[in-house]
Structures are given as structure tokens and as C-alpha cells.
């Protein structure tokens, strides 16, 4: 028996912390209701696969595709309930999934390049990593882009140690299914391969490159394959039909016309006119190069300030300690090709833009704890379960201690980082507790209310910004005639109703689920 468990220590840990992130990744599915993307993403899974229709401009469809599976092949045994949370659950566990592939991917990697045991704790602090939690219940992109990405990190490094027929296929999948599920994917990907291709080869990696360049096409080539797979190897334009004189390549064509260049003209002509493979994601790439800011809303912080108020504090410590070992260039190279891709994009500070770092932050961080003295990295270890499992069930408004007591994170935090709809169970129960005669709700999200007893007095589910930033008028059957005004944190900045005088800070009561203001 001893023997055994010196044996198989590290993997029987591995499996209890995979099963306690399934039972908390689960149960958070099950407490929280849709978030405002998560309506969308559903909406536009059933219809990639059976109508084959792809209206989303500027995300690929794998993921998607993936997590509405099970609304599709499955409708007669989903659990029926007026409540979206429980009727759509078998899609949420389709991420849960996810991250069950990538906390296996993370283990059987980091085994083979750093040891059973440092596996084993960069696998504990990745499962418990509050973000990653977040987001692995939500039937959004951002786990799954997180998982190919790194699959295809790994796939190009085995390549650059041992480039065989079998490896430049897998190669060519794992790219193939990362650029499937997100565009930043992309340079995610190539960013990251620059770099690994010069650490690992140096000056040599062009002549490399150049030796080994039947396996790259092949890699090229299956990867393209894959991606056309997803969209069911339809055929399409690049540049859709649309009367809009205020379109870029309405205005290149126009300009193309006044200048004489027939050239131009015609390559604009054959774009809009002719079907191609891959047409419809070559369309989704130019979207999203093309696409203009975002509105500018009062937004909290920068993706960095929001990184360390969110990422827990000994993850920091961890990992400021691992940054300094020998040989971790090749796990910082991901980290920082997401950053930086990250901020020259100018994308909004949401921290789940990031998430495709998180496993090698964590892997630096395991190797961080392993320089640390028994006493202080147990302490450091307890001290991050604790807190993250603390933040059940709702990962997604965890902050550190850098951001204050739980009641004042909005002060810091909106959108994504905090408040992203998940709190209707919660300001259900928060009514049933203090019994207002009425109840006036501002809500971030596009979920039903009136199955959680919040019956409106107009309709739920609008993706429209003045829908989401009006009042629900709540009747409620309790005889008290107490009225209550409750505005979710991400309307409080987005709609305005911070600069009112009537819903101040000063105003503010209580605050529900770190995510709803009462006034």
C-alpha cells in the first residue's frame, strides 16, 4: 500500500483536484443565471449546426458549436425548467469539459518537462484559480480558446523537438482548432511560435524552417482543413453585399474608382461576388481587423491594473518567484504574445480576454512554489484554496485583497470582471429576505427573471442598450410597502446612473452578490 501511493501520489491528487473542479465549476452553473453573452452564443450554436448559418461577424463557430451539441442530439432528456440555467445546463458543462481537457493537458505537460509534483500543484492552482472557474461554466468562447491555444503551443513545441508526419498532423489540428474558436487565437499562435521557433533554435530556426518545410505545409494545410470543417466546408464571400457607403471597402472601392485603378476595382469586385472556401472566415478575420472601437462607456481600469486585482495574491507571489528560475522562457513566451497581442488591440479591460495565459502562469507559479520553503508555500497554498473556494459560487466577481472588502470591488471593477448578469438567484433571495411591496431593477443581462419570482412589467431577454439600462418594474406579493431600487454594477457605469444624484455612491445600502447596488 505504501508503495502504491509513493507511486501514484501525485496522479490520485490530480484526479481529487480535477473532481473538485468539476463540483465547483457544476455548481456554479447550477446558482447562476445566463450571462449577458451566454443567450447569443447559445442562439448561434443551434443555428451553426442546423441551419448552417454563421451571423456572428467576428467569432468563429467551434465553440459554440460544441456546447450547443447537446441541445441538439439530446432535446427530449434536457432538464425541463423555466429557469435557464437548469434547461441549459448540458451545454454549460460542455466548457466544464473544457477545462477538464486542459487541466489534463496542463498535468500530462508539465509532468514530462518538470516533474510529477510540480505538475500536480500548477494543475491545483489552475483548477482553483478563480477566473478560470468563472469561466468554465459559461457557454462563451474563452475556456475553449484557452484550451487550443494551448494545445497548439504544445503540439509546435514537441514539432521543434521531433519533426515526424504524425506530429506536423497533430500539429495542424490543435492550430486548426485554436483558430476555430477565437480570432485572437491567431496571434496568439504566431506571436508565440516566433518566439519558441528563436528560443529554441536561434539564429537556425529560418534554416529549420526551410529544411522541415514539407511538414510545415502539411500542418498548413490541415489546419485550414480543420478550420473549413466547422463551417461545414461552405462556400462564401469575403466581403458580404451591403448598400453602406460608410463600409471600408465601400470607400477603397469607391476611392479605387476615382483614382482609375482598375486593378483594385476588380480584386473588390471578385471578393464581394465570388464564393470561396473559407469565405466565411476570412470575412470573420477582416471583421475583426476592421472592427471600430468599442463604446466608450465608463470603463473600470486597464486590463493590467484588473489582472492584479483579480488574480489572487500568493498566484502573484508564485509567480513573481517562478520568473526568476532557470529555463521558464518557454512558458513565459505564451504569457507574454497574450499580453501584449492583448494591448496593442486596444480591447476592453476584461480580464477573460487573458485567460489563454492562465495555464502558464500557472505552471511558472508551480515552479515558484516548489523554490519556496515547506511552511511558507503550505501557508501561501492554503491561503489561495481557501479564498478561491470562498468565492463560490460566483467566481466571476472575486478580487484579492488589493481591491478592498467584497462590498466595495464595484468601486473598481464592471463588465465581465464583476457583473455580467450572474445574480439573479441572488436578488431573488435578497427579496424573499427583505419582502419589498416593489421592487425597481436596473439589470445587466439578458436571462428571465420572472422565472425567479421577479415577475416584470415588460419583457426580459432584449439585447438592446436602452432595454438593459431600464428599470423591470417588480411587483411583489408581500404586504410590506417598503420600495426598493436595485441597478446591477455594470449599468451603474454604462447607463449613466452613477452621475445621478439619486443613485450616488452615498446612496447605495447594501450590495448584492458583489454585483447589485441597493438604493
Known sequence: MNEFWHNHKWSIGFFIVVALFVVLSAGSALRESLVYDEI??????????????????????????????????????????????IRYLPAR??????????????????????????????????????????????????????????LAYWAWLVM?????????????????????????????????????LFCEKKMSGFRWLWKKKRLVVVSLVITMVVIWSTYFFQTNVIIAGRDDNSRVSERILQYAKNKNLTALVSAIYVLQHQNVALGDYLATVKNTLLRPPAAQEEVKGSTFLNMVLKLPIPLILFVVIGLWQPNIALYVIPVVAVVATTLSASTMPWVRYVLPMYPFLAIIAAIGVRKLGKILASVLLVWYIVGSVRA????????????????SRYQLLTDSNIDWGQSLPDIADFVRREQPGHL????????????????????????????????????????????????????????????????????????????????
Not at 495542424?172 to 518566439?195: C, E, H, Q, R, T
Request: proline share 5%; net charge positive; hydrophobic share 50%.
Open 93 to 150: 458543462l460542455v466548457p466544464v469539459a473544457l477545462g477538464i481537457l486542459l487541466l489534463c493537458s496542463v498535468y500530462l505537460f508539465a509532468k514530462r518537462r518538470t516533474g510529477s509534483m510540480t505538475a500536480f500543484i500548477a494543475v491545483l492552482i489552475l483548477a482553483l484559480e478563480p477566473t478560470v472557474l468563472a469561466h468554465s461554466h459559461y457557454v462563451t468562447n474563452d475556456i475553449g480558446v484557452t484550451f487550443f491555444f494551448f
Open 440 to 519: 425597481s431593477f436596473s439589470y445587466f443581462g439578458r436571462d428571465n427573471g420572472n422565472p425567479y419570482g421577479l415577475m416584470s412589467n415588460r419583457a426580459w431577454e432584449s439585447y438592446r442598450f436602452e432595454d438593459i439600462c431600464a428599470f423591470h418594474e417588480i411587483a411583489l406579493p408581500y404586504k410590506s410597502g417598503k420600495r426598493m431600487i436595485a441597478i446591477s454594477v455594470s449599468n451603474w457605469y454604462s447607463c449613466g446612473y452613477s452621475k445621478a444624484e439619486q443613485f450616488s455612491q452615498q446612496k447605495i445600502r447594501s450590495v448584492v452578490a458583489n454585483s447589485i447596488l441597493i438604493f
Open 40 to 85: 447569443f452564443y447559445l442562439q448561434e450554436g443551434v443555428a451553426n449546426l442546423t441551419a448552417r448559418v454563421f451571423s456572428d461577424p467576428y467569432n468563429p463557430p467551434l465553440v459554440r458549436e460544441l456546447t450547443a451539441i447537446p441541445l441538439i442530439i439530446t432535446p427530449s432528456i434536457l432538464p425541463q425548467s423555466d429557469i435557464a440555467a
Open 160 to 196: 521543434l523537438r521531433t519533426s515526424t508526419w504524425m506530429h506536423a498532423v497533430f500539429l495542424g489540428v490543435a492550430v486548426g482548432l485554436a483558430f476555430a474558436s477565437k480570432i485572437s487565437a491567431i496571434p496568439y499562435v504566431l506571436v508565440s511560435a516566433a518566439a519558441a
Open 392 to 407: 463560490y459560487p460566483h467566481f466571476i466577481s472575486y478580487a484579492n485583497e488589493f481591491a478592498g472588502p467584497a462590498g
